[in-house]
């Protein structure tokens, strides 16, 4: 193998547990951040889970918080906020999938509270320093080292009753992670092998999932956790371009579902990009055991029946130009130029639900 002459990898500090149960050792992790009051954050659907937590948390919990939303509204970011610091929470569990890991990461923004996350799909956003809130309809997104949760505690249990769908689009939002991260301008050899064994893992878990032996379900719900783990540090690790700009315009200007987005968006972001980035396209499709990355993922979502259009996601055909316009109104890195009438093209074969097409 041939590496680059120079490159630049640098690692983000986190402890990670990982395991069955592993969120029973959450009150371990809090007294190791030194902190004495946690403030619990969840969707109203994983309070239940949240309430498990505060119990084993015992005195050390602040209370529960229940309102996480999609693409972090900077209402509820305020809310919580002040919530937080009037109860003397010195620090946040964020227990769920991306948004609720989101929401924390804007009250570590705001008032400095260290945050634990407790993962429950395959979103990665807890392995990264990016945040996003959405205001007046445009989510805005950044990197800051403050934001990225100071432990991770990977529990597989708590993944065993995911739908199959959310199984299915979280699990294909975790592996875009990884694909854009493989020709990202600023990759490297060590973001490379994370991403390809991150995808692989994903989809073999994927494929497990089909299987009616309890073992094999505990398996592939370790294994999903595991690939959402690397494909999560690959996004933390290294710039995303066209698929991940188009995706958070799509959800923070059109309130499309986050996970749904993206397993919609991939195929086609990666066939617009396929002729300018080989080497990636070609580690891609071999995580995924197709010919061409572009069709191995349409395979995929298509094999268990995960949404292959924008229509179907809610999203008007009359706001697809404003897409394309905002796709290109800012400059970024992205593997092929940004061409406003190819990007409108592709975003109406996406809409439509057409195979994908460089």
Not at 50 to 65: K, P, Q, S, W, Y
Request: hydrophobic fraction near 45%; proline fraction near 7%; aromatic fraction near 4%.
């Amino acid at each position: 193998m041939s590496l680059p002459l120079d490159f630049v990898y640098e690692g983000r500090p986190g402890r990670v547990v990982f395991g069955a149960g592993s969120r029973r050792h959450v009150e371990r992790e809090v007294i190791a951040l030194g902190a004495k009051r946690a403030l619990v954050l969840c969707t109203p659907e994983q309070q239940s889970t949240a309430n498990e937590i505060a119990t084993l948390l015992g005195d050390r919990a602040a209370g529960v918080f229940p309102g996480a939303v999609m693409h972090v509204p900077i209402e509820v970011a305020r809310e919580v906020t002040a919530r937080a610091l009037a109860l003397g929470a010195d620090c946040c569990v964020a227990v769920g999938g991306g948004s609720t890991v989101g929401l924390g990461k804007a009250i570590s923004l705001d008032a400095g509270l260290p945050i634990i996350a407790i993962p429950t799909t395959y979103a990665g956003s807890e392995m990264t320093p990016i945040y996003g809130i959405t205001e007046a309809g445009l989510k805005k997104t950044g990197r800051d080292a403050r934001v990225l949760p100071r432990t991770v505690l990977y529990d597989p249990e708590l993944t065993a009753t995911l739908p199959p769908a959310i199984r299915l689009t979280s699990g294909v939002n975790a592996i875009a992670h990884a694909a854009e991260g493989l020709y990202a301008h600023d990759g490297n050899p060590i973001t490379a092998l994370l991403a390809e064994e991150g995808m692989r893992a994903i989809a073999g878990a994927l494929q497990l999932f089909g299987s009616d032996d309890a073992a094999v379900q505990t398996e592939a719900q370790a294994m999903a956790l595991y690939g959402t783990w690397l494909c999560g540090t690959v996004l933390g690790s290294v710039a995303m371009g066209l698929h991940h700009k188009l995706c958070h315009t799509l959800g923070g200007s059109f309130d499309l579902p986050h996970a749904e987005t993206h397993t919609v968006m991939l195929p086609h972001t990666l066939a617009y990009n396929a002729a300018h980035a080989g080497a990636a396209m070609a580690r891609t499709a071999r995580a995924l055991g197709g010919p061409e990355a572009p069709a191995a993922v349409y395979a995929l979502i298509g094999r268990n029946a995960g949404p292959l259009s924008l229509r179907q996601l809610g999203m008007p055909a009359s706001g697809l130009d404003r897409v394309a316009d905002l796709a290109v109104s800012n400059p970024y890195p992205n593997p092929r130029p940004l061409q406003r009438v190819a990007i409108r093209a592709m975003l109406q074969r996406a809409w439509e639900g057409l195979p994908p097409q460089a």
